[in-house]
């Protein structure tokens, strides 16, 4: 480390993935001076939209006394990915004509950071019917059989956004079992197209009545008959 008297200057040489120098032994603006030990230098870039992607490497090299021939250069590599999203929706166990069920639904990033808002869409099948959407961030809505949900927060690479759950009512009339695609977008991510990897099967159990029976009391002082 050099001493913040002895640093006259500072400058960032930064190469892409393919080899090829983008910035070019340029000098870094100072923005800070201990007065003591060190000096801070700083320098923006703003990736164009058409870096490549994979490990970049940052050189920086500081130079010493006036005569600026003492220097001292370190390298740090980071990454440059594509945003890729991925949702997932499941539940547990069965569904029960009559009562409400609950699905889990998770959206992952895959990729670099990705900025809100998020947008997941799932057209609910014939038996089901919205109830609500909750989780954090989440504001979710329904016409008809069209659930959307929103949520503005920032993804970091392999990171996800809070689960969603999303709570249907299963009617009475509701099939055996059901079958739903829950989709994702960001006008971010691949052009806003949607993503829409995942199929969740539902098993829906109908209460089976046809055994039960029913006691009758005759208040005459007969016996109880079940019928």
């Not at 069920?101 to 799932?122: E, F, R």
């Not at 909750?134 to 059989?145: D, I, K, L």
Request: one cysteine or more; glycine letters at 12%; proline letters at 5%.
């Amino acid at each position: 480390r050099l001493g913040s008297a002895d640093i006259n200057g500072s400058t960032l040489t930064l190469t892409d993935p393919g080899g090829t120098v983008r910035v070019a032994a340029a000098a870094m603006p100072q923005v800070a001076d201990s007065g003591v030990a060190t000096r801070t230098y700083e320098y923006t870039y703003v990736l164009p939209s058409t870096a490549p992607f994979g490990q970049w490497t940052a050189a920086v090299t500081a130079r010493e006394g006036t005569e600026g021939t003492v220097t001292h250069t370190g390298n740090a590599t980071f990454q440059v990915a594509l945003a890729s999203l991925s949702i997932t929706k499941s539940h547990t166990g069965n569904f029960t004509a009559g009562t409400n069920g609950a699905y889990s639904i998770a959206v992952q990033n895959n990729g670099g950071t990705v900025t809100g808002p998020t947008t997941l869409t799932d057209t609910l099948p014939a038996g089901l019917s919205f109830v609500s959407g909750t989780g954090t961030g989440w504001s979710c809505g329904a016409t008809g059989q069209l659930v959307t949900c929103s949520n503005g927060a920032t993804v970091a690479n392999a990171a996800s956004l809070p689960t969603l759950t999303l709570t249907v009512a299963v009617a009475g009339s509701a099939p055996a079992s059901v079958s739903s695609l829950a989709n994702v977008s960001n006008p971010n991510v691949n052009g806003g197209a949607s993503v829409s990897n995942n199929t969740d099967n539902t098993i829906i159990v109908h209460p089976d009545l046809s055994n039960s029976t029913t006691a009758v009391l005759d208040i005459n002082g007969g016996d109880a008959e079940p019928r």
